[in-house]
């Protein structure tokens, strides 16, 4: 029987038909060992740069262990990074360079909130899985952003953070609320009020002045004058925070003053008339990242050492900021490991992550809730106590 | 309370007038209403913070780098924005050139030196609390500076060749031209010792309102009320406006608070340009017809 030409070409269609109906196409062997792509968007450079400068050296840490370790199933993990510059412009750009011409499997960041407001919604487009470490809270939302998830606290928790210290630690019922004019300010006070009243606290005083205003002692007589037992204040503006603290010094006013992570920043510290300013005053942090008794949690204090050992500077950063860098990578590589690279496979993996033991906190999501940090971790410290990136857990928390 | 409003409203208000008289002293020279002045007080407390603090220099030679530094800004904004578009000053293209340049010497600080206001060194190095509040420094320093300025200004546009020569211009700059009087350098050096007017309003009044880049819009705004309210061109006006301006703002801050403060401030400035369009002690300047 003669074979033509024709009979041939038909069957070995039909052979490959069938083979690739049965799934048996094996898929070439180079691609199991093509680095898997994370899209990462720091912002290094430009005024909200500190955060991401912190975050990005425990980013680069993690994924350097973990390729070092065998990677992923043999796989390296590639961080594609694309400096944002501190401008949402930027990092919009970014994202489409990431998620489309990239194929990055995952999108780590935006770091800063104003980034991340206008990238998520693109990022939520292109169907890509997105884990980030911002604070507002409309950045989660499972309806419209089902591939988004959080590392980390959201404002309100932040705020309850606050309120928890003042009226259950340290059991003071008269409060002093006071924000600068920006959005961030005055949208904190106006959530935060509510939650301090319902607590069972009087707000004696609650107002919005402009930070550029030199002499606040206005408002600190109203707040005396009103009975505050403690000022908390709302502004990432350290000559506003500043001046609160010294016209509180100068007015020998002993209250404590309960607030915003600025509070114990080093440009804060910089502006205080005198180094006694800052006794007293409380600022935002996360238990696994405080000093109790002189003496870190055990997997911050591992971390700590593994850091000295990689010789990474941590002491001109905070600690939470390097161990958040870090857990978001392992975070990653965790959930490639158990469920692969595929994007609804990511999903549904992290959608269901319980009580994941991270250096900078405990993360649980569920199908509902892409908010994955637990209350109990959101505490306040001691903003004079600053050693080795880390503060003393504020007093009065039970252990 | 009245120890505050008087010592802080003074001090702020002395700041306020100084940015005015910067507004003036261009204005005089050139019927051109220069944007650049709150950028002067700017950078007057960013580059005595610089030079003070960070590089450790001696606060009187930095105060003397500083001066000098507005004074050469002043000639690079007469030659830059202010020149080139004098011809058509009826287009009021100042607005643009002088404002645009502002901004981008803010943008630069910005990048420069950072978003975060930074501290001002204390100049006379006395330990704080050993003088009564009314006698601190920075307080002090701003009306020091305004009384100084004034005086200064005052002299050399009424006792000297020169300053009547500056009168002459403001007066009539083709008659002045006309005469044989140099314009251009006198404009030239009018708008050095704006800049060194405008530099030493935001060096002394920066123990107050620290080294900050934001402070350009904040400056350049309550600098320009007291010249709308003393009127266009009057130093003296702009004293007592500005004056007037720091006592009534500091007031509010402790009556009414907040922002509530800025708002009444507002509100007093609209009314009294209501009732007197020409400022309160400009003259109305009569239209030919």
Known sequence: ?399 | MFQSIVSYGLAVGAVYALIGITYNVMYSASRVFSFTAGMLGMLGGVLGALFIHKWGMNAVLGFVLVLGCGALMGLVTEILTVRPVLKSIEQHLYVLSTLAFALMIQQVTAIEWGTEAQPFPVLIPIETGTVSAWLDQKFLLPLLACAVTIAGLEYLYRRTLIGRAFLAIAEDSYAARALGLPETRLRLASYAIAGIIGTLAGFTGAQMLLAYFGNQAILSFYGFVPVALGGMGSNRGAVIGGLALGLFQQAANFLVGGIFAAVAVFAVFIVVLLIRPEGLAGAATARRV
Request: charged share 20%; aromatic share 8%; hydrophobic share 40%.
């Open chain 1, 1 to 399: 029987m003669s074979l033509r030409r024709r009979q041939v070409l038909a069957g070995s269609a039909a052979t490959a038909t069938a083979l690739a109906a049965a799934g048996s196409f094996p898929a070439p062997a180079i691609a199991q060992s093509d680095p898997i792509k994370i899209g990462y968007l720091p912002a290094l450079t430009g005024p909200s740069s500190s955060t991401g400068v912190g975050i990005n050296r425990g980013t680069q840490l993690a994924v350097e262990e973990i390729n070092k370790a065998g990677g992923i199933k043999g796989r390296k993990l590639e961080l594609i990074s694309r400096d944002t510059q501190s401008d949402p412009t930027k990092a919009v750009n970014a994202v489409a360079e990431l998620t489309q011409r990239a194929k990055a499997s995952i999108i780590w960041g935006p770091l800063n909130s104003g980034e991340a407001l206008a990238a998520t919604p693109l990022i939520a487009r292109d169907k890509v899985p997105m884990l980030h470490p911002c604070w507002v809270d409309e950045l989660i939302d499972v309806k419209k952003y089902p591939m988004a998830f959080r590392m980390a606290p959201t404002n309100t928790q932040v705020g309850k953070g606050a309120n928890h210290y003042v009226v259950n630690v340290l059991k003071l019922k008269k409060v002093a609320v006071i924000s600068d004019t920006t959005g961030y300010g005055t949208a904190s006070v106006n959530t935060y009020v509510p939650m301090l009243k319902a607590m069972g606290a009087e707000v004696v005083y609650s107002n919005h002045v402009d930070a550029a205003n030199p002499d606040l002692k206005p408002e600190l007589l109203r707040m005396q004058n009103a009975g505050a037992q403690t000022i908390m204040p709302w502004s990432v503006n350290a000559g506003f925070l500043s001046r609160i603290l010294n016209t509180r010094g100068a007015m020998n006013w002993d209250v404590p003053v309960v607030g915003q992570t600025t509070l114990g920043s080093g440009q804060t510290k910089a502006l205080l008339d005198k180094p006694e300013n800052w006794n007293k005053v409380y600022s935002n942090n996360f238990r696994n990242c405080c000093y109790v008794g002189g003496k870190l949690p055990e997997r911050a204090a591992a971390f700590v050492e593994r850091l000295k050992k990689e010789k990474i500077e941590f002491s001109d950063t905070l600690l939470w900021w390097v161990a958040l860098g870090w857990d978001g990578a392992q975070m990653i590589a965790d959930t490639f490991k158990a469920a692969g690279t595929k994007a609804e496979d990511v999903v549904a993996h992290m959608n269901k992550v319980k009580s994941w033991p991270g250096i900078y906190g405990t993360v649980t999501w569920t199908p509902q809730e892409h908010n994955g940090f637990p209350d109990q971790e959101v505490v306040m410290c001691e903003v004079n106590s600053l050693r080795d990136g880390a503060f003393n857990l504020a007093p009065g928390y039970s252990s």
